[in-house]
């Protein structure tokens, strides 16, 4: 599990600072996105949200949330960056294929760059400058294999 969750890459210290810049640019563009959503998951106000996969607009604003704000915040630390991107992505994805699927390729280009990223971020992982390389130096080093 640690393997899978926390291996950040062995890679040249200018690859782990882009790495770093990267995860933290990301990750700081994609929470602000998230915050706003978070304050309306518990407002006073009723859910008025797109239910593009069909669980409903409180759940579908759930999912967004988990993603947008939580593993946004795991990405700028470098914590289970791999499993962090894979909502990330997967709700991009959503919105540019789903959601804004008859908006043209204007609405979809935002969400496609950011997949793109988290895409690169699930392959690359997070570099040696992450929460991701502690853990790994200290228990990844008693499993075998490397990144």
């Given at each position: 599990m640690i393997k899978v969750l926390f291996n950040p890459g062995k890679y040249s210290t200018r690859i782990d600072t882009v790495l770093l810049l990267l995860r933290v640019g990301i990750g700081i563009f994609m929470l602000t996105h998230g915050m706003g959503k978070f304050t309306r998951l518990f407002g006073d106000e009723p859910i008025r949200f797109s239910d593009p996969l069909g669980v409903g607009a409180p759940i579908s604003l759930a999912l967004a949330v988990f993603a947008e704000f939580f593993c946004s915040l795991f990405l700028i630390v470098g914590f289970a960056t791999r499993a962090a991107a894979i909502p990330l992505l997967i709700t991009m994805l959503v919105a540019a294929l789903i959601v804004h699927a008859t908006d043209g390729f204007g609405k979809q280009e935002l969400p496609l760059l950011h997949s793109l990223v988290y895409l690169s971020l699930?392959?690359?992982?997070?570099?040696?400058?992450?929460?991701?390389?502690?853990?790994?130096?200290?228990?990844?080093?008693?499993?075998?294999?490397?990144?």
């Open positions: 699930l392959i690359a992982g997070a570099g040696r400058f992450s929460i991701d390389h502690l853990i790994w130096s200290k228990y990844g080093s008693a499993q075998k294999g490397g990144s």
